[in-house]
């Protein structure tokens, strides 16, 4: 379906719902990359190709504009409102591109602009549908968050306050608030961004601000799943999880959901369902703080992390020196480098540490500038090896859980370099080559029978 066309039934759908309804948007497809390719071009000096970059985003958005709104007196305001930001838009390129920089804070203020069109051009089709619809971007409707560019965090307390009033004031009215997804204001009141994916994430903020019922989030997916859809062909969708396994999967990628998305509710008991925009006809997947005794006993899905590096770090020094894996935790740390896995073993003569592979230059130069011939006394990189993660309540306290993974790996060929579990028991992950992580997940995808009933087929 063309764009418009997604725009005029996920309009239909708000419109349709009965009670009091906050709709969360993303920016239209492809806009926040192009938004993105500004940002680039004016970093290479070239502000006539990014101006010419900007002229494309208006046509786009115009022609959206144009599909999804048929009532000319709709068209009407939303065209004036679509007038305001892309001359403020145009406005900020020929800045940016005169200072011929990009900062974090003028990055983020561009990005914005997608979700801020987007949620005009819904909120304009929604209310031709007789139902009252106001567009808001995510600082409008009182996201506050901290001034950590790029992926700012929302200040629970002061969002909490300021959205609930201003989103509680219009839902009072009888209006739909179509707020922005992605987008936030620091302290000062400049623009912030929440991190691709922060769309989901302005949805439970929201959501948890006003103490919703329930928060849907919608996407191309029919829930959470199994397996990768296009990895395993009996993946399924899964009917109920908690939010704590939910918070798993969203760490290994499932459907892409912001890994914070379940932070603000975490403290509450807000149901939430992960379902289809375009199936809607599904009911999707159910997290909740309190799933039923049959979900509890099972584990929900298999999943990766492909493009990582490990490091062995090894050093006879290390051994009974107190502080030692401070020391190496806090040298990666001022070098940016995020620890995804760690391992030790008793002797406490190596740690093994697993990051992302675009990281592993930066992390072996921070070693060994910082502790080599000191703590450390070798360093062996692997660069590409994946995560595979097994996730699911139902292994706490089952016995068996990692022969039982150590088998299906050595049935296909696969050489495991590493395991980890954390005392929760609802995660058990192990290393891979990357060439072998497919493999991998779908060997234990059918060692503990994912696809077997208790699921839905997606589609």
């Given at each position: 379906?063309?764009?418009?066309?997604?725009?005029?039934?996920?309009?239909?759908?708000?419109?349709?719902?009965?009670?009091?309804?906050v709709?969360?948007?993303?920016?239209?497809?492809?806009?926040?990359?192009?938004?993105?390719?500004?940002?680039?071009?004016i970093?290479?000096?070239d502000?006539?190709?990014?101006?010419?970059?900007?002229?494309?985003?208006?046509?786009?958005?115009?022609?959206?504009?144009?599909?999804?709104?048929?009532?000319?007196?709709?068209?009407?305001?939303?065209?004036?409102?679509?007038?305001?930001?892309?001359?403020?838009?145009?406005g900020?390129?020929?800045?940016?591109?005169?200072?011929?920089?990009?900062?974090?804070?003028?990055?983020?203020?561009?990005?914005?602009?997608?979700?801020?069109?987007?949620?005009?051009?819904?909120?304009?089709?929604?209310?031709?549908?007789?139902?009252k619809?106001?567009a808001?971007?995510?600082?409008?409707?009182?996201?506050?968050?901290?001034?950590?560019?790029?992926g700012?965090?929302?200040?629970?307390?002061?969002?909490?306050?300021r959205?609930?009033?201003?989103?509680?004031?219009?839902?009072?009215?009888?209006?739909?608030?179509v707020?922005g997804?992605?987008?936030?204001?620091?302290?000062?009141?400049?623009?912030?961004?929440?991190?691709?994916?922060?769309?989901?994430?302005?949805?439970?903020?929201?959501?948890?601000?006003?103490?919703?019922?329930?928060?849907?989030?919608?996407?191309?997916?029919?829930?959470?799943?199994?397996?990768?859809?296009?990895?395993?062909?009996?993946?399924?969708?899964?009917?109920?999880?908690?939010?704590?396994?939910?918070?798993?999967?969203?760490?290994?990628?499932?459907?892409?959901?912001?890994?914070?998305?379940?932070?603000?509710?975490?403290?509450?008991?807000?149901?939430?369902?992960?379902r289809?925009?375009?199936?809607?006809?599904?009911?999707?997947?159910?997290?909740?703080?309190?799933?039923?005794?049959?979900?509890?006993?099972?584990?929900?899905?298999?999943?990766?992390?492909?493009?990582?590096?490990?490091?062995?770090?090894r050093?006879?020094?290390?051994?009974?020196?107190?502080?030692?894996?401070?020391?190496?935790?806090?040298?990666?740390?001022?070098?940016?480098?995020?620890?995804?896995?760690?391992?030790?073993?008793?002797?406490?003569?190596?740690?093994?540490?697993?990051?992302?592979?675009?990281?592993?230059?930066?992390?072996?130069?921070?070693?060994?500038?910082?502790?080599?011939?000191?703590?450390?006394?070798?360093?062996e990189?692997?660069?590409?090896?994946?995560?595979?993660?097994?996730?699911?309540?139902?292994?706490?306290?089952?016995?068996?859980?990692?022969?039982?993974?150590?088998?299906a790996?050595?049935?296909?060929?696969?050489?495991?370099?590493?395991?980890?579990?954390?005392?929760?028991?609802?995660?058990?992950?192990?290393v891979?080559?990357?060439?072998?992580?497919?493999?991998?997940?779908?060997?234990?995808?059918?060692?503990?029978?994912?696809?077997?009933?208790?699921?839905?087929?997606?589609?």
């Amino acid at each position: 379906m063309d764009e418009p066309g997604k725009i005029r039934d996920a309009a239909a759908f708000v419109a349709s719902q009965g009670g009091e309804v906050v709709a969360v948007c993303s920016a239209a497809s492809g806009t926040t990359d192009n938004l993105m390719g500004i940002s680039g071009l004016i970093r290479k000096g070239d502000g006539k190709g990014a101006r010419a970059a900007a002229d494309g985003i208006m046509r786009y958005t115009r022609e959206l504009a144009e599909g999804a709104v048929s009532v000319e007196e709709d068209r009407e305001r939303l065209s004036a409102a679509l007038d305001g930001a892309l001359a403020e838009l145009n406005g900020l390129i020929d800045g940016m591109a005169l200072l011929g920089e990009v900062t974090p804070r003028s990055s983020d203020y561009l990005l914005s602009f997608g979700e801020r069109l987007s949620s005009e051009i819904l909120a304009s089709a929604i209310s031709e549908r007789d139902r009252k619809a106001e567009a808001l971007a995510g600082n409008e409707a009182g996201i506050v968050t901290d001034s950590n560019f790029g992926g700012a965090r929302p200040l629970m307390d002061t969002t909490g306050l300021r959205v609930s009033k201003k989103i509680g004031g219009l839902l009072l009215e009888g209006v739909i608030p179509v707020v922005g997804g992605f987008v936030g204001a620091d302290q000062y009141g400049r623009i912030t961004t929440l991190g691709r994916g922060g769309t989901d994430y302005t949805a439970t903020t929201v959501g948890a601000s006003i103490k919703a019922d329930e928060i849907w989030l919608m996407s191309d997916m029919d829930g959470l799943m199994t397996a990768n859809p296009r990895v395993v062909g009996g993946a399924r969708v899964l009917d109920e999880v908690s939010y704590a396994e939910a918070v798993e999967m969203a760490m290994f990628g499932a459907k892409q959901i912001h890994p914070r998305t379940f932070e603000p509710l975490m403290g509450t008991r807000i149901p939430m369902r992960i379902r289809s925009a375009v199936n809607t006809g599904n009911p999707g997947t159910l997290v909740t703080a309190s799933p039923g005794p049959e979900s509890g006993r099972t584990i929900k899905c298999v999943s990766a992390l492909r493009h990582n590096a490990l490091i062995d770090i090894r050093g006879g020094g290390m051994v009974g020196e107190a502080g030692t894996a401070a020391g190496i935790f806090s040298t990666l740390a001022g070098a940016g480098v995020n620890v995804m896995m760690i391992s030790q073993n008793p002797s406490e003569s190596s740690i093994t540490v697993v990051i992302k592979k675009s990281d592993m230059d930066r992390a072996v130069d921070a070693l060994e500038i910082g502790l080599a011939g000191k703590v450390i006394k070798k360093l062996e990189v692997t660069p590409d090896v994946a995560i595979v993660a097994l996730i699911g309540s139902g292994m706490r306290g089952t016995v068996g859980i990692a022969s039982r993974v150590f088998g299906a790996a050595a049935s296909k060929g696969l050489n495991v370099v590493m395991i980890t579990q954390g005392s929760s028991e609802l995660n058990l992950a192990f290393v891979v080559g990357d060439d072998d992580c497919w493999e991998a997940v779908r060997a234990l995808h059918d060692e503990f029978g994912l696809g077997a009933p208790g699921g839905r087929a997606a589609g």
